[in-house]
């Protein structure tokens, strides 16, 4: 004879509560059950809480063991009327891939989310195609399934789908699998996604929600709060999802992309045979690596080609894949394509958008903003950061530090391939020739903030962001200047360096300008004025001296330079010859020739009236002077520049002037402290200090700390000159000067040791 059916856990909790006199929310308190669970026992919604739950609330109640143990029953017989166990075969997490490898970080991030049981429910995984965003999941899911009691599960939404799965079919799934019998299942969403979130609420269970859409596709799946935990993969951030965990993958490190490709091929029953590669070419290894960009998808297909090709080494296909135009194409391994994994991403976005994602692939250098967009586009400039959040948050573009935005080289290389197979060239001509022209303009137009006497142009707010804008574009305009040179537009390219002269006193350490102003000479020469060709002469000669430390051939070109200004009849440019052939005589330890080039040039510069360059000739003359050791009057020739540059009459433009004065004075405290008067050394270098500041151009900031550093040491101020080492050191390492660094931090050790 059967045993009767227990009463109903419900109407028997609510019945020893209120013998009790007890309130939901003094019983919640007493037992530590929270009042919404108590409530949905009584309600009849939770049908079978566990055992611990049940002892919780009898101890709170004060019931004896007969009650108790009723209540316990009733507690059994629900969870055998309810959905108790996951229904096996539905949702199940698919297998992890055996061969993981790397994402350590990453796996320990997830691990993580699941330590605070307070912390948000959900975790958001996003990133670029092809980055094994379901790969880490899944093995991270499958390494911490013994910590979900009640399952993990998984439901692909197919979000890039022409028809991505819908909330209502995918939490029909989930109820499903959580134990729900179809019939119960109910019939609208919102009553879905209510039932749904109760049983997150009280299971210890695991969501994983694969290829997400969009936000809207989330929403209705997302638990409340309790024991269920939600994972997200999407190629979108999902930034619209609130109070989420969120992990943005990008390639793998470079030990992990080729362990990853190790792994793979350790599937080689014999590894190594027949010209195999593992073991056996480590270069070749890292190579593939590179060319596939440490994505884990195209390094898969790569180790899989290998496999199937048991002929062929590593070294062979790392040759097949460096050819540019094939590599998507030879990155396929039977159904797995990387090509198809971009396409997908690519197929979701309107066509302006792709007309912008194919265009952006003509930028030369390797980032770019939004201004390169506009160009490529012809749209306005807020119409395309729009487009660019698009392409950032579906991982078809990232950014950099600098929140500069740039491809993926595979990426770069499938926008290219799309460019090439959607539009004419002569649509694709006409997109190039637009940022060239672009670049270009926005290029001289940045340099006419640096020029003397010249009006600023619109599109900058100040020389800080004219001189930010040239360069983070540096890459970019001049790849465009070479190609205006080769194409034959000389006047643009003249233009273009022009503009650049007084700005590149302010980045020596860039290492193109003597490109910039190898390829103006040329073009000068080819419009056969004399005058211009020893302008740009000139520029190249300082390019030589002062970027490319070549002070022979410096000398060389500015006595071209020279020539040609004399034949023009232009003084100012014969004095900027003299000036640089000093500089390079300078250089060389021969101060005997430096002078009178020096005298000469400073006495054309007067002669022309030149207020910029009589200034840079003394400095030159001062130099030489103290090269020859004529300390003395090393000092008399800066006091004289010091006076020209305070005197309206004879003053350049301020920023000229303040740059000027910074390297006189810089000047004078090296002659000071050659002439043993540190005191008078020490204030001119921080005159120069301050100065400086304004001039904000590194190399003469480091020059100037080191300075004052070296004097405060002599005149025994060692707390003051450590700390002068110490600043010495940021400008020299900023500037890029090894020479200064290498002497700011032996002085710096020479100060903490003698502390001792």
């Known amino acids: ?173 989930l109820l499903r699998a959580l134990g729900v019998r179809e019939r119960d299942v109910p019939g609208e969403t919102d009553e879905r996604r209510g039932l749904y979130r109760r049983l997150m609420r009280e299971r210890q269970a695991l969501v994983v929600l694969d290829n997400a859409a969009h936000e809207a596709q989330v929403r209705a799946l997302l638990p409340g709060p309790g024991a269920g935990r939600l994972w997200v993969t999407s190629r979108r951030t999902l930034a619209g999802i609130e109070h989420a965990r969120r992990l943005v993958l990008t390639p793998l490190p470079v030990a992990d992309a080729t362990a990853l490709l190790g792994a793979i ?221 080769a194409a034959g537009r000389h006047d643009e390219v003249v233009r273009t360096a022009e503009s650049m002269h007084w700005f590149s006193d302010r980045w020596t350490n860039w290492g193109h300008w003597p490109t910039v102003f190898g390829l103006s000479r040329t073009a000068a020469h080819a419009l056969g004025d004399d005058v211009l060709a020893a302008t740009h002469a000139n520029y190249l000669a300082w390019a030589v001296h002062y970027c490319s430390h070549q002070p022979r051939e410096s000398s060389a070109i500015a006595e071209q330079a020279a020539e040609l200004a004399r034949r023009g009849g232009d003084v100012t440019q014969e004095a900027w010859a003299h000036f640089y052939a000093a500089a390079a005589a300078i250089r060389l330890g021969e101060p005997d020739s430096a002078v009178p080039r020096a005298r000469r040039a400073a006495e054309l510069f007067a002669q022309a009236g030149d207020r910029e360059g009589r200034p840079q000739a003394l400095l030159a003359l001062a130099s030489a002077e103290a090269a020859g050791a004529d300390h003395a009057a090393a000092v008399a020739t800066t006091d004289t520049i010091l006076a020209l540059l305070t005197d309206p009459a004879t003053a350049p433009a301020a920023h000229i002037s303040d740059f000027t004065r910074t390297n006189a004075l810089n000047q004078k405290g090296r002659a000071l402290l050659a002439l043993g008067r540190p005191r008078e050394a020490e204030h001119s270098y921080a005159e120069a200090r301050t100065v400086g500041a304004r001039v904000a151009v590194p190399l003469l900031q480091a020059i100037a700390a080191l300075g004052q550093a070296k004097a405060l040491a002599e005149l025994g101020e060692r707390e003051r000159a450590l700390g002068a080492a110490r600043e010495a050191r940021t400008f020299a390492e900023t500037a890029g000067d090894p020479a200064r660094l290498k002497d700011a931090t032996a002085l710096q050790a020479t100060l903490e040791a003698s502390a001792g």
Request: net charge negative; glycine share 10%; hydrophobic share 40%.
């Open 1 to 173: 004879m059967s045993q009767p059916e227990p009463p109903a856990l419900g109407p028997l909790l609510r019945a020893h509560r209120h013998d009790a006199g007890l309130t939901l929310e003094e019983l919640a308190e007493g037992s530590g059950v929270s009042g919404r669970a108590i409530g949905d026992m009584e309600r009849g919604h939770s049908l079978g809480p566990q055992a611990r739950t049940v002892q919780a609330l009898a101890t709170a109640l004060g019931l004896g063991p007969a009650d108790t143990e009723a209540l316990l029953a009733a507690a059994r017989a629900g969870r055998r009327r309810q959905p108790a166990t996951a229904r096996p075969g539905l949702c199940d997490l698919p297998p992890a891939v055996p061969d993981f490898t790397g994402r350590e970080t990453e796996a320990a991030w997830l691990a993580r989310t699941l330590d605070s049981p307070a912390g948000p429910p959900v975790s958001v995984v996003s990133g670029a195609p092809g980055l094994g965003k379901t790969a880490l999941v899944l093995h991270a899911g499958t390494r911490l399934a013994d910590r979900f009691a009640d399952g993990c599960f998984f439901v692909d939404l197919r979000g890039l789908d022409t028809e991505p799965v819908t909330p209502h079919d995918a939490l029909s799934r």
């Open 265 to 485: 091929l350790a599937q080689r029953e014999d590894e190594g045979a027949n010209g195999g590669p593992v073991g056996s070419d480590s270069s070749s290894f890292t190579r593939i690596s590179e060319l596939c960009g440490h994505l884990p998808l195209a390094l898969r297909i790569a180790g899989n080609r290998l496999l199937s090709r048991p002929s062929w080494s590593a070294r062979a296909l790392a040759e097949r894949l460096g050819d540019e135009d094939l590599r998507l194409q030879r990155l396929t391994a039977g159904d797995l394509r990387i090509r198809s994994a971009f396409r997908l991403s690519y197929e979701q976005l309107s066509e302006p958008v792709r007309r912008l994602f194919r265009r952006l692939a003509l930028v030369p250098g390797a980032d770019f903003d939004t201004g390169a967009g506009a160009a490529l586009t012809g749209l306005r400039p807020d119409l395309v950061e729009e487009m660019l959040d698009e392409l950032l948050d579906l991982g078809l573009l990232g950014h950099t530090a600098t929140d500069r935005l740039l491809f993926h080289d595979l990426l770069r290389l499938y926008a290219r391939e799309r460019l090439q197979e959607e539009e004419t060239p002569q649509e694709t001509a006409a997109a190039e020739a637009a940022l060239h022209r672009w670049l270009l303009d926005t290029a001289a137009a940045a340099g006419q903030w640096f020029q003397p006497g010249a009006t600023p142009a619109d599109g900058f707010g100040s020389a800080r962001a004219a001189q930010a804008w040239l360069e983070a574009e540096s890459a970019n305009w001049l790849a465009a200047l070479r190609v205006a040179a």
